[in-house]
């Protein structure tokens, strides 16, 4: 999400380990594996009941939040749900399969009907309600999660049916079709779209897969119809923020790369060269806006900013998500250099090993160093460099000790995240909680397990590959 408050350099200054009479946690398999059982304890722990449902339970924002719980992934049970899925996956642990049976439970008893279909949005649709982080795909994408991890049909056909709604409720014009004024990967068609490319890919019926490929690529074509094109060469084009007063934002979650990445999914996989054309052109515009130094590279937030940040949403750890996807894809080595770069600049962040840690910065998924550790995992495994995955051990020392233990339970608090929420609460949710910093651990746990045994949102991929 959106980061209001600039931090002195990064989300990430001092990820390695601190000057303490003791010496850090050791962040081997055994060690991140007991932290994630942990995590699951504390999470149960924050479980609501659903009202006049049995078994269903949702989760709130964070175990302080005097607000309602809410389904969707940024803040809400449908986060959760997927983590809890891969938990019960990896970890064969009866305690995490339980609680997401009975978070899924929960999702569905809150659900409801209109003329289009199914939708966690209610009656007043708002800007963001079809889409991944904040609306029905992100709902239907932890049922999807479920369903590839247990091999469950209900849960595919809940997707299912999510996919259904989103395109009947979709605006068609002409060939492109989107849900409403935003475009980028949280509230907007590129993060929707996305949801409809997984769903594809896991239906067996060549049909329905068909229907849902082709909404992709018909959200693929609003994209290109919403872009700024730029007069230069290589060709350059970008994307604005409609709800952040219409700037140009360079990263991932609601900015130019996020758009870009979602453009070459929707190329690659639905044969669309215009699509792949429109994301080398986005790639080419965060690329003209980088700042290097000693071969390390970072992104401004916006392309008037000065002002670099180092979680998924806003930094380096995100934005190079597309230019893993573009070598991928094109085995050009300026993609890769762009990366590995990006990467040096996250390093840099975290000083020397014997750096002390400042006093508070966000552990997050969203904003801070789960994020940044995931994208080791998967630097990791795009080039086969064990470099990346011991930097990730560093990132995983430093969420393990953060981490305060809770009776049987472990939580984080939120941290210095630009959410003017602050150590005083700890999140539940996958973006800003509990289960995105054990998500995280349980990712780089998994590292030397091909392939991969996790699912994640449909954003997080970085080689161009079918997930059926």
Known sequence: MMIRSPLVTSLLVGIAAAQEPSAPPTADDAALLAATRKAVAWIERQAKPVEGAKDAVQFPGSAEAEEAPTPIVYGGSAGVLLFLENAAKVLDDTRARALADKAAAGLLAV???????????????????????????????????RAKLRGDAEALATATNVGNSLLARAVTEGEALHWDKQVEIIYGTAG????????????????????????????????????????AKPAQRSWRWQLANNKSYTGFSHGTAGVAYALLRIGLECQDAACVQAAKDGAEWVLALAMSKDGAMCFPVASKST???????????GTARLFLLLHAATQEARWL?????????????A??????????????????VAGALEFFVDLQRATGDVQYGAFARRAAAYLLQKAEVD?????WANGANGHQAGKDRHNVDLMLGAAGEAFALLRLATLATNPDPMVGLPD?????????
């Not at 250099?337 to 962040?349: D, Y």
């Not at 009776?407 to 939580?411: E, H, T």
């Open 407 to 411: 009776g049987d339970g472990l939580k």
């Open 337 to 349: 250099e762009a990366a590995i770069a990006s990467a040096k600049w996250v390093v840099a962040q």
């Open 351 to 368: 000083g020397p090993a014997d750096a002390a840690i400042p006093p508070a910065f966000p552990p997050s998924y969203c904003c801070g």
């Open 192 to 231: 929707t779209a996305l949801f409809l490319l997984d769903l594809a890919a896991a239906c067996d019926d060549a049909a329905a897969a068909a229907r849902f490929r082709n909404g992709a690529k018909a959200a693929g074509r609003h994209l290109i119809a919403e872009s700024a094109v730029h007069e």
């Open 460 to 468: 997080r991929r970085v080689a161009p590959r079918a997930m059926k």
């Open 307 to 317: 002002v670099s940040l180092g979680g998924w949403c806003h930094g380096a750890p």
């Open 111 to 145: 659900a409801s009907k209109d003329a289009h279909g199914i939708t966690w949005a209610g009656a007043q649709r708002e800007e963001g309600s079809a889409a991944l982080y904040v609306g029905d795909a992100g709902v239907g994408a932890a049922f999807l999660a």
